[in-house]
């Protein structure tokens, strides 16, 4: 034995029964479905029509009634194959005499046959339109460059309106006015501030109180030094040429003394008077 599965338009060959599961699945809500099928197609033809006679030119309205029943059908089929023989049979027979010599006899067969049986369950999936509806407005001066018969042609076409259904398209020309700006909103008048300030303020004070505790803790840690003024308490010492000459080489001049010897104050003016020519 086979079962047949039929869902929503396709044939799937599967072993089992139609599982619970998928129904259960397979459940929408009516009011969100409707909504969400109307968003979609308001969306649709508006973008349609901005592109026809502009944004912002024109304002389309749907209203679909949608068939959200699920509407499943089981059958099922037997079918023999005639070269196939019996699978089981039982016959039997009875044999009957009365007092006068009459005799009868009776049989009975019993066969099992086997037979192909194809269970088809169609499952439709619902979401069919029952009724659909569409209104469209455009602004009277984009109106003038299209043709109304036009646009309600295209829009019927687009949204799948079906005359026989019962389906309506209408649309019509009318002045659109913009829409106002929205002012920011002000406060009414009496409202208190003050408890906004205040919850703005604590925080602010605490702030401060804590910048002047941490400034004051760091100069007690580290104490400004000023520079000691030592003109007015200086007094000149007096120097003598022998302390002087006493006073210890620094590493440049004792560096200049090892390179050149002392030279004598009438050599050094020879020397010059050689480099000035002579005569001077």
């Known amino acids: ?34 909504a969400a099928f109307q968003e979609r197609l308001d969306g649709s033809l508006q973008r349609m029509l901005d592109a026809m006679v ?12 949608l068939d959200l029943d699920q509407v499943e059908t089981a059958r099922t089929t037997y079918t023999r194959d005639p070269a196939a023989g019996a699978v ?24 099992a046959n086997a037979f192909d049986s194809v269970r088809e369950i169609c499952r439709e999936a619902p979401g069919d339109i029952e009724r659909l509806t569409v209104a469209v407005l455009v602004d009277e001066t984009a109106a003038r460059g299209v043709e109304l018969a036009r646009v309600r042609e295209m829009v019927a076409v687009a949204a799948g309106a079906d005359r026989e259904r019962g389906d309506t398209v209408t649309v019509a020309a009318m002045p659109l006015r913009a829409a106002p700006a929205t002012a920011p909103p002000v406060a009414a008048a009496g409202t208190d501030h003050r408890p906004m300030l205040l919850a703005a303020a604590v925080p602010l004070a605490a702030l401060l109180i804590l910048g002047l505790f941490l400034a004051g803790r760091r100069r007690r840690d580290h104490p400004v030094r000023s520079p000691l003024r030592v003109e007015a308490h200086a007094r000149p010492l007096p120097v003598t040429v022998a302390a002087i000459a006493a006073a210890p080489a620094t590493g440049a001049q004792a560096r200049q003394r090892a390179i050149s010897p002392p030279v004598a104050p009438e050599q050094a003016a020879e020397l010059m008077r050689g480099w000035l020519g002579p005569g001077r």
């Open 54 to 65: 502009g944004p912002g030119r024109s304002v389309v309205t749907t209203n679909v009634e």
């Open 1 to 34: 034995m086979s079962a047949r599965l039929l869902t929503a338009g396709l044939a799937v060959c599967a072993g089992i029964a139609f599982s619970p599961a998928y129904a259960a699945a397979a459940e929408v809500t009516p009011g969100r479905e409707t």
């Open 88 to 111: 089981s049979e039982q016959v039997s027979r009875r044999s009957y005499a009365d007092g006068s010599g009459t005799r009868s006899e009776s049989s009975s067969a019993t066969r």
